[in-house]
């Protein structure tokens, strides 16, 4: 196995991001269908105020991974395997061939209204820089309460961790984390307390909703980074879509899996590069490239070149 494509989750999101997807047709083909399937112009989700909510902030991570993953395959063909972080699991699942791109957007659109009416204010993510998983587990302790709580969410690389909850509980805990030694505290765009136990009602409601779409086994290797191995089941990997919102994430041991499993080109979808740096970091004798940044044309040939060491 040598080319993982990755797809990343809310917090990733930019201004303009439909708007500067390379002009193609299969571009086009991804807009136009999911304008068809939602009823609504895609195009006007990617603006400064609309990214301010969620549903459009999904939706555009949704159609981006999808339009450009299909971009690069129409190019240089499959990848080998795909991982999604949060969000980026829908399109991941959708280019595995796991979930249609019409059931994907139905489901993504009602995973955001649900995780916004749940917690439309008030919580948040912020993560801490400089810590190690121990210590902050430590102090989250300190702090969480019935009225103050707050989790443990991702767990990007050994010292890169995110925390989720209510956010007086993310304030003191981010002052704790600096005075015992973080190299830095960073707020999140993201305005609901993702991944974990809070959404696990909404979760549940998502389940319910999806329980009727239809799922096939994974064309290619699919990693479900909830619990950071590879899934092949097809309800498995629905019970993970729908429940992740409410699971911690962890990037950095499904990174650690890929590259055992032989990944050596990762690609991530626009709009960010923040899963490329993880991975350089994670897989230093890999090569991590993300597709906002680099020619279509290059990935391209990383691709083939790639293909051409497997046979």
Same mark, same amino acid.
């Given at each position: 196995?040598?080319?993982?494509?990755?797809f990343p989750g809310q917090?990733?999101?930019?201004?303009?991001?439909?708007?500067?997807?390379p002009h193609d047709t299969m571009i086009r083909d991804a807009l136009d269908e999911a304008c068809d399937t939602l009823g609504l112009d895609v195009l006007t989700l990617d603006s400064e105020a609309a990214l301010r909510s969620s549903v459009p902030t999904q939706l555009c991570l949704l159609v981006a991974g999808v339009a450009m993953a299909r971009h690069l395959i129409a190019q240089a063909g499959l990848p080998d395997a795909v991982a999604g972080f949060s969000i980026g699991a829908y399109p991941a699942a959708v280019i595995a061939s796991v @979930?249609? $791109?019409?059931?994907?957007l139905v489901a993504v659109a009602n995973r955001?209204?649900?995780?916004? &009416?749940?917690?439309?204010?008030?919580?948040?993510?912020?993560?801490?820089?400089?810590?190690?998983?121990?210590?902050l587990q430590a102090l989250i302790a300190q702090v969480h309460t019935s009225q103050t709580p707050v989790y443990l969410a991702n767990i990007n690389a050994p010292t890169q961790l995110v925390i989720a909850g209510a956010e007086p509980a993310l304030m003191r805990v981010s002052e704790l984390a600096r005075e015992r030694g973080a190299h830095g505290t960073k707020t999140i765009a993201i305005s609901v307390p993702s991944h974990c136990e809070l959404l696990a009602e909404p979760a549940a409601h998502l389940a319910q909703?999806?329980?009727?779409?239809h799922v096939?086994?994974?064309? @290619?290797? $699919?990693?479900?980074?909830?619990?950071?191995?590879?899934?092949?089941?097809?309800?498995?990997? &629905?019970?993970?879509?729908?429940?992740?919102?409410?699971l911690p994430a962890h990037w950095h041991e499904t990174s650690l899996l890929a590259g055992e499993r032989g990944a050596r080109l990762i690609v991530e979808m626009p709009p960010s590069n923040v899963l490329t740096k993880l991975a350089a970091a994670a897989l230093p004798d890999g090569l991590a490239?993300?597709?906002?940044?680099?020619?279509v044309d290059t990935i391209a040939a990383l691709m083939a070149r790639e293909a051409q060491r497997d046979r």
């Open positions: 196995m040598s080319t993982l494509f990755t917090g990733a999101q930019r201004v303009r991001m439909l708007h500067d997807l @979930l249609s $791109y019409q059931d994907a955001a209204r649900l995780m916004e &009416a749940a917690y439309p204010s008030g919580f948040g993510m912020v993560a801490i820089l400089g810590l190690e998983q121990p210590v909703a999806m329980s009727a779409m096939s086994a994974p064309r @290619l290797r $699919y990693y479900g980074v909830s619990h950071g191995r590879e899934l092949r089941d097809p309800q498995c990997i &629905a019970h993970d879509l729908a429940h992740n919102m409410a490239v993300a597709a906002a940044d680099t020619r």
